[in-house]
Structure formats: structure tokens, C-alpha cells
């Protein structure tokens, strides 16, 4: 009971941190520079310019269907922690003072992205979201098998920002694409962290030795699974053998593979990127 108490309060603590960040980051830099971001908060951002409104009602307004799309898909729960913490941002912005910041628009443009970044990721890191167009790209991207959920992001978010040099002109479209890739880059950092890791799949004869130096020189776990030859480039066709995947830091990758191709200069090697990771030994254990 005591560790739920503890996670629920440090959810709840992610989510209003990540609502004071991104409201610094409206409020600080890119309201008065006429920049917007992407996603339902740009459409907000973008309305207000065009209308010469407080954009407070429109990031409530613009984000009720989504929110009912995520109450009626992903839970009562996420819609809860979702629409307080998108009210707060409304409200946020709406009465809380928040000083201009600078008038440069390079670091208007990079800055706002960076704290509405760190907002969005912390609130997300708590189980909410402060903007509906996640929850729609998820849905929409299980009905569209050949479309991620960045690649429908990514299409909203072009035509927000075509949107925005017709209404705003071409600079300060410019300047809130910069803004989105801050943004974009920040929540990536928040949620998936600054040691990025590498699954490495290694098929190769030799593969006992290879995990030998794996285990035992680096201090890595590995897995091993089964799997048989089905081409027969060796001559050894359907023929079984161990083939081992392994997860490392990017640093370590270069060492790695230098110390496989020594062991087996024919081994096949496939790297691939990982978003996250729970569980299994990703530090390296002590070899001595």
C-alpha cells in the first residue's frame, strides 16, 4: 500500500511540473513572439493568433473529443489524470504570470519547445497527456496497419504548419517547426532517457565463444535461442545452432562488434535501436 501511495504521489507530482513547464513555455516565449507548436496545442495557439484570443478555452475545447476517445479506449484512469492535467494547463495559462522571457526568436523558438518538451514528457511520465493528439494517433494508427503513430503526428503536424504560413507567415511558421523539434527532441530524452540502448542479435558458429566474451569480458547478459540455417551459405543447410541477443549501451557497440568479427569474421551481426527497457541485467554486473 505504501508503494502505491508513493507512485501515485510522484504521478501526481510529474503531472503538475509538467503543467507549470509547458504553461512557462506558452507563456514565457512563444505567445508573445506569435510562434505555436504542434499538435491540438498549436491548433489552440494557432486560433488564438488568428482570432486575437486567449488560447485557454481552445486548449480545453479542441481536446474533449480526445479525451472521450481516451476514456472509452485506454481507461477511466488516463482519461482522469489526462483531463486535470489539461485543465490545469488551460488554467495555467489563463491566470499564472509568467514573465517574457526574451524576445530573441531563435531562442524563443528553441527554448519554448525545449519547456514545453519537458512538460509534456514529465506529464506522460506520470500517466496523463497535456495533448489530445497522441490518443487520436494511437487509435488511429491500430485501424491504419501501415501507419505509426509518428507518421500520423507527423501528418497533422504538417498541415498545422502549412496552416501557419498562410495565417502567419512563412518565418514564424519556420520558427514554430523548430519549436515542434525541440519539443519533439525533449519528450524523447524525458521518456526514453540520455543511455539509449542497442539489442545486438549475433548468428554465428562460433557462438559459444562469443558469448564467453560477452558474459565474461564485458559484464552483459545474453540470451540464447535456437534457430536453424536456411540458405546454407556455409554448406550447412537447416543445420541448428545458438544464436545470442544481447543489450548494450551505444558506447559499448563499437567494442563489441570489433570483439565478435575477431572471433568470427563471417558472423552476422544486427543492431537495432530500443526505445526502453524493464528488467534483465542492463548494468554491467562486476567481473571480479
Not at 488564438?48 to 476514456?71: E, K, R
Request: glycine content about 10%.
Amino acid at each position: 500500500m505504501k508503494v502505491t501511495k508513493e507512485k501515485i504521489a510522484i504521478d501526481w507530482l510529474l503531472i503538475v511540473l509538467g503543467i507549470f513547464s509547458a504553461a512557462l513555455g506558452l507563456k514565457g516565449f512563444l505567445l508573445s513572439s506569435h510562434f505555436i507548436d504542434g499538435g491540438v496545442t498549436g491548433i489552440s495557439m494557432l486560433i488564438g493568433n488568428i482570432t486575437d484570443t486567449s488560447i485557454a478555452i481552445y486548449i480545453v475545447l479542441l481536446n474533449i473529443p480526445f479525451l472521450i476517445l481516451g476514456y472509452k479506449r485506454l481507461g477511466a484512469q488516463f482519461a482522469f489524470k489526462s483531463t486535470v492535467g489539461i485543465i490545469g494547463l488551460s488554467l495555467c495559462v489563463a491566470f499564472v504570470h509568467f514573465p517574457d522571457i526574451t524576445a530573441d526568436k531563435l531562442l524563443t523558438a528553441v527554448f519554448g519547445g525545449v519547456f514545453i518538451g519537458v512538460g509534456i514528457g514529465f506529464a506522460m511520465r506520470g500517466g496523463a497527456v497535456l495533448d489530445g493528439t497522441e490518443i487520436a494517433a494511437l487509435l488511429l494508427s491500430r485501424k491504419a496497419q501501415l501507419l505509426k503513430i509518428s507518421d500520423i503526428v507527423l501528418i497533422l503536424n504538417i498541415v498545422i504548419f502549412s496552416t501557419a504560413a498562410y495565417f502567419l507567415g512563412i518565418e514564424r511558421a519556420m520558427y514554430s517547426i523548430l519549436t515542434y523539434v525541440s519539443a519533439s527532441k525533449m519528450i524523447d530524452l524525458i521518456l526514453n532517457g540520455i543511455e539509449q540502448y542497442t539489442g545486438i542479435t549475433v548468428i554465428s558458429l562460433k557462438s559459444e565463444v562469443i558469448r564467453k566474451v560477452i558474459t565474461m569480458q564485458m559484464g552483459r547478459g545474453v540470451t540464447i535461442y535456437q534457430g536453424k540455417s536456411g540458405y546454407g551459405k556455409d554448406g550447412h543447410i537447416n543445420e541448428t545452432r545458438d544464436i545470442i541477443f544481447t543489450v548494450v549501451t551505444r558506447l559499448e557497440v563499437p567494442a563489441l562488434k570489433e570483439k565478435i568479427i575477431k572471433i568470427d569474421p563471417a558472423a552476422f551481426i544486427i543492431q537495432h535501436s530500443i526505445d526502453d527497457t524493464t528488467g534483465g541485467l542492463l548494468k554491467r554486473k562486476a567481473l571480479h
